[in-house]
């Protein structure tokens, strides 16, 4: 939906080949077998996106602060294990076992530590990249025989989210409850947000994020419920002062992000429901002029709030517009609450309950 802005990557990847828990540092651009199931029928792939800010401590070491992140790696076992067999579910490492890799062994690999003291030096934010691959060289549809988790990170200035336009796209889905793969992070979901992406610019040719209904396809247009945005998650902010948060399910990825914020806002005295919104909620409300503001939730960009959302009908005609309302509170109260949510990170905000920062000096 948005892009980073002064990315620059790390000089290291790693890799953590599961059936023999064998480390190793590669090069940034390590490639993988042209012939490998991943790359033939997105077998073994699915990935993370980890936002951490490094500093120097008062004794002037580099630290790394990550922010819940545990139930980061917690969605990308059931990522793994979503991609392995039945007979390989031992190969899947522990969080404990992620955590140690990926801090004790990739982060503090002398190849990695200049980058990341200049990193600590600037005081910048950093996005950490775990994702999976089958490494074996082969062919035929089976499950993996190499399974590794592979991870790579890049520091970057900012993630330009805002000023946005938003579709909804009610003609595709973004994935089929059935199937379970909805509220994983895999990569099989992604070429249909892409997808999606192109037909919102269909009907505007600013569209910067497709919004999904669910995959109810037979239900009249107006009962089918909203789910999420191409690539992230969302908000609805009503006139009343109300938030409303979709509620997780097999459509939705149980965004770590959304759950922070929701915190937050809560703890700033915003009243947040969670409860499902129908199609025809959101168009009718939308055409009283009740939906004041509408957010992207997710790792990178923490929060984003839409400018405009259409809402086309069955031909694909657009029956609703929303323009946010800047001067509703609730538009302030998020931009708000997502300061603050950095703010943690930086250990100048407290720390709201539930919610667990994790500091390592390296």
């Not at 005081?123 to 988790?149: I, K, N």
């Not at 107006?222 to 009343?240: K, M, N, Q």
């Not at 069955?314 to 609450?337: G, Q």
Request: net charge neutral; aromatic share 10%.
């Amino acid at each position: 939906m948005a892009k980073f802005e002064g990315v620059k990557w790390a000089p290291r990847q790693m890799r953590y080949l599961l059936p023999d828990k064998q480390f190793a540092i590669l090069e940034s651009d390590a490639k993988v077998f042209a012939v490998s199931r991943s790359v033939f029928y997105a077998s073994c792939l699915c990935f993370e996106g980890i936002r951490f800010f490094c500093k120097k401590s008062a004794a002037g070491r580099v630290e790394v602060h990550f922010l819940n992140w545990h139930k980061n790696l917690e969605r990308l076992q059931r990522g793994l294990a979503f991609n392995l067999s039945k007979t390989q579910a031992a190969l899947i490492p522990s969080v404990e076992e992620m955590e140690s890799i990926i801090i004790h062994q990739y982060f503090k690999d002398p190849a990695i530590r200049p980058f990341l003291e200049d990193m600590a030096d600037k005081g910048l934010q950093g996005y950490l990249r775990p994702f999976t691959v089958d490494e074996e060289q082969s062919m035929g549809v089976t499950f993996p025989g190499q399974p590794a988790v592979r991870a790579i990170f890049c520091s970057y200035d900012n993630y330009l989210g805002e000023p946005f336009t938003g579709v909804v796209i009610p003609r595709m889905v973004r994935a089929v409850a059935l199937n379970g793969t909805g509220w994983l992070k895999l990569g099989i979901n992604y070429m249909i947000s892409l997808k999606a992406l192109e037909a919102a610019k269909d009907v505007d040719p600013k569209a910067a994020a497709a919004l999904f209904l669910d995959d109810q396809t037979p239900l009249p247009l107006a009962d089918r419920r909203v789910t999420e945005w191409d690539s992230s998650c969302c908000l609805f902010g009503f006139r009343d002062g109300t938030i409303v948060k979709i509620p997780e399910s097999e459509l939705i990825l149980p965004s770590v992000t959304i759950q922070g914020m929701v915190t937050i806002l809560k703890d700033m005295g915003v009243k947040v429901e969670e409860r499902h919104v129908t199609y025809g909620e959101l168009v009718r409300r939308t055409q009283a002029n009740e939906l004041v503001v509408a957010a992207s939730i997710g790792t990178a960009g923490i929060m984003n709030r839409c400018q405009e959302l259409l809402c086309v009908d069955e031909s694909n005609a657009v029956t609703a517009t929303h323009i946010v309302d800047t001067e509703h509170p609730l538009y302030a109260k998020l931009a708000e609450a997502k300061a603050y949510y950095w703010d943690i990170y930086k250990e100048k905000a407290k720390l709201p309950a539930g919610m667990k920062l994790y500091k390592y000096a390296l």
